[in-house]
């Protein structure tokens, strides 16, 4: 599977639990990837591809690699009151809560998408995530077989995107940019 990510930015955030689950579940994976070794290493959630065919891979090239923050949350079963409910309430009743462990996929492409070796299908992967997420944002620029493609999922439903190529603000006149070396007064000769 051919196919190359531009650009991602990610602010998905979703049960910890849940990634478990999906990848306990055998999900469908890209052509490509065998296999996600989903490993933890402190705070920090990895999702790592395992290569279908290790022959095109070396074994010293790292595959890609989804890297999450872990992080815990308190989790009401209902909405907590909101403070100065009223003197006159003399006890506070608890409302029932847990601490749950969220993986939190925050960043652009080399904060979250890490080695190029299987980056599009692991891209992939990341998508199927982003579907199952009620929290957060996935926007990228992909291409695959010479079309590029832009992606936008907030929170767990596919919107509408588009690619919008336009003119760079950084260029002078002439379509001249930078700055003219030979004939800067700051610099002496």
């Known amino acids: 599977m051919s196919g190359r990510v531009f650009r991602l930015h990610s602010t998905l955030e979703l049960p910890l639990e849940d990634v478990h689950e999906h990848f306990d579940s055998d999900p469908d994976l890209p052509d490509g990837v065998a296999d996600v070794d989903v490993s933890r290493r402190n705070n920090t959630l990895i999702l790592r591809a395992v290569a279908e065919n290790d022959d095109e891979i070396s074994k010293y090239t790292p595959t890609a690699q989804l890297k999450a923050s872990v992080s ?75 079309e590029l493609t832009a992606t936008r999922i907030v929170e767990g439903e596919a919107r509408p995107a588009s690619v919008e190529v336009v003119e760079s603000p950084a260029n002078g006149e002439n ?3 930078g700055v003219d070396w030979r004939d800067n007064d700051f610099i002496s000769s």
């Open 72 to 146: 815990e949350t308190r989790v009401y079963e209902e909405e907590p009151p909101k403070p100065g409910g009223g003197w006159m309430q003399e006890e506070e009743e608890e409302i029932p809560s847990e601490l749950v462990e969220f993986a939190c996929f925050k960043g652009d492409r080399e904060t979250v998408l890490q080695n190029t070796a299987l980056q599009y299908p692991m891209f992939l992967v990341l998508k199927e995530i982003a579907l199952l997420s009620e929290k957060g944002t996935l926007t990228a620029i992909t291409e695959e077989d010479g």
């Open 175 to 177: 379509g001249e940019s």
